[in-house]
């Protein structure tokens, strides 16, 4: 076997047992980036003697018996919008392609403090704006499953990567959509928290009342890892809400027998290919395999919630980015830049009701499970399409089922649920209550073991 083929887990057993150093790990990671990245175009930096100097030293830590935990020595790779000190942090823009940034974000110096080995930075959609990660300055990332394909956004290069065997975890943010997205296309495991979870502290943002940061990994258990990593309060991040963090992996195989879940079969929801809707019925009954109650329901106001959410998204990007919009509007690409420009021509009128509505659905979401322990819908209405189509359509398209969930500041996690007759992956979503994200794992967790989607690997 490969080095690379090892999971997170597998991967930090051999380390913590010396069975494998994190210098040998780093340098199988290094070489394959190498090899197959320039198909891909995951990797916009690639930090090669940072990797291997904070291998050597997790190596160094590892034998005189001070080891910190499943991350120490493990490689990972971080969308291009987390800040990293002294490394080019570009946001997938014109605008920050010098950027090096004086400070590491709040949950990179985290995952600095758990040993984590930082094999780069990823390609994404220009400044998080859109959903195909066809990016116009550093080129397009493409999807291992198919490279015709799009990998998704805007956390693009995280998800591509991950199903590629070039990182072990990644770190996306979600918006609109964007970690979920593209975890669903390129077929393994996202997670956006609850709003306020994770520090939003050195993230670059899109928008200040709706940016998730959030892990990405192959498995479930992964994501758990990483997001017991870099959870808690920061009170430096003004978003960040002071809620205790419970123990991700204690729970985690406890099962779902005897949950109530909701099963989104409103006409919403069931606007989308015919395969997706059919994975999507045939997870519920795995479901119920596993001892859960499974009841239909209508979601409030789901169309609202994500037009809601697509107006305060680029409101606040264009408010970020006025003076960039005004000075240099060329330097944006085509799609972002009408997208900023809808943005700047919101009404304050329209904001406001916007704001109103989210304040209203969190209260009607809150309610709703009350009665109900998990909700599953689809990720997105259809498989990873073909490069070349209009982004703004692709963003309309794509962020339907994700976006109410943004609006409302709900835990969402995506993972697959099957393949289309193409052989491209589905993923379904599955949402909890407001701060139990702990619960949310738990029921993907019985559903992956359930079924293994992830063990199927693209033929790169």
């Not at 918006?175 to 979870?197: A, D, E, W």
């Amino acid at each position: 076997m490969e080095l690379t083929d090892l999971d997170l887990v597998e991967a930090a057993s051999a380390i913590s047992s010396g069975e494998i150093s994190p210098v040998e790990l780093a340098q199988a990671y290094l070489k394959r980036i190498e090899l197959i990245d320039p198909g891909l175009n995951c990797f916009l930096t690639v930090t090669t003697e940072t990797a291997l100097s904070a291998a050597r030293q997790a190596e160094q830590e590892i034998r005189r018996g001070a080891y910190r935990g499943l991350l120490h020595g493990i490689p990972i790779a971080l969308k291009d919008l987390y800040e990293t000190r002294g490394i080019r942090t570009t946001a997938g823009s014109k605008f920050f392609a010098d950027y090096l940034p004086e400070a590491d974000a709040f949950v990179v110096e985290k995952l600095q403090q758990a040993g984590t080995v930082l094999l780069g930075k990823l390609n994404m959609h220009e400044i998080a704006l859109g959903v195909t990660n066809e990016n116009p300055h550093y080129g397009a990332c493409r999807n291992p499953w198919d490279t015709r394909r799009i990998s998704g956004g805007s956390s693009g290069g995280s998800a591509a990567a991950l199903v590629a065997r070039l990182c072990l975890g990644s770190l996306g943010s979600d918006t609109g959509g964007s970690i979920r997205i593209p975890s669903s296309l390129c077929g393994v495991v996202g997670l956006k928290p609850t709003y306020g979870r994770v520090s939003l502290r050195g993230v670059i943002p899109l928008s200040w009342n709706l940016d998730h940061p959030g892990p990405m990994a192959r498995w479930v258990r992964e994501a758990a890892i990483l997001l017991q990593a870099i959870a808690g309060y920061d009170p430096q991040d003004p978003a960040s809400v002071d809620v205790p963090v419970p123990d991700y992996l204690v729970s985690l195989e406890q099962g779902i027998k005897g949950w109530r879940v909701a099963f989104a079969s409103d006409p919403f929801f069931e606007e989308a290919d015919h395969e997706i809707l059919a994975c999507v019925q045939v997870a519920s009954r795995v479901f119920e395999d596993l001892g859960a109650y499974i009841e239909g329901i209508e979601l409030p106001q789901a169309l609202q919630a994500a037009g809601a959410n697509g107006l305060m998204v680029t409101s606040d990007a264009a408010a970020f980015h006025q003076e960039r919009m005004n000075n240099l509007p060329e330097e944006f690409g085509k799609d972002v830049f009408k997208r900023l420009q809808s943005g700047a021509a919101c009404s304050s009128g329209e904001y406001v009701l916007a704001r109103r509505l989210q304040v209203v659905l969190r209260r009607r979401y809150e309610e709703l499970f009350e009665h109900y322990d998990i909700l599953l819908t689809p990720t997105t209405p259809i498989a990873a399409p073909e490069t070349g189509a209009d982004a703004v359509e692709r963003a309309r398209l794509l962020t339907r089922f994700t976006a109410p969930f943004n609006l409302t500041g709900l835990p969402a996690i995506s993972l697959p649920c099957g393949f289309t007759a193409q052989g491209l992956p589905i993923g379904m979503q599955l949402v909890a209550r407001p701060w139990d994200e702990a619960r949310l794992l738990q029921a993907a967790y019985a559903y992956e073991q359930a079924t293994g989607w992830q063990q199927r690997k693209p033929s790169i």
